[in-house]
């Protein structure tokens, strides 16, 4: 990221100094869901968490997405809101983790999609689990 300094002169007399981040615009949308599908004959579909358990670790529940750049830097994250989530990028190739917390359970990543956000467009991402 570049950054810039303005500094305003009038005469002698400086009278703000301002950081400026020349950073790109984050005009590219990448929203998603949980889709949770399965049950007793017929089966439905769901857009909900999914949570599971696993001896000796516990449990985990999906509660977050974080987004990965090319570069392997953290570029967002965002809890979900009724397994919903929309986040603004930069124009980009990014890895969107599905990650869960438990008790005894921190950040673990349910899944992974790797998704091209371009500009002025919304790339939607589902996460999709298949339940007995």
């Not at 190739?93 to 005894?104: A, F, P, W």
Request: charged share 15%; hydrophobic share 45%; aromatic share 6%.
């Amino acid at each position: 990221m570049l950054l810039g300094t303005v500094v305003l002169v009038f005469g002698a007399h400086t009278v703000r100094s301002v950081a400026v981040a020349n950073a790109p615009a984050r005009n590219a949308t990448v929203a998603g869901y949980v889709q949770v599908c399965g049950g007793p004959a017929p089966g439905r579909c769901f857009i909900e968490t999914i949570g599971f358990c696993q001896a000796p670790e516990g449990c985990v529940t999906s509660d977050r997405v974080t987004v990965v750049g090319q570069a392997g830097r953290l570029a967002a994250s965002q809890n979900l809101h009724h397994a919903r989530f929309r986040l603004r990028l930069a124009p980009g190739r990014y890895t969107i983790e599905l990650v869960g917390d438990g008790k005894h359970i921190h950040g673990r990543v349910m899944q992974r999609k790797t998704v091209m956000a371009r500009s002025h467009r919304t790339t939607v991402v589902r996460f999709f689990f298949a339940v007995p």
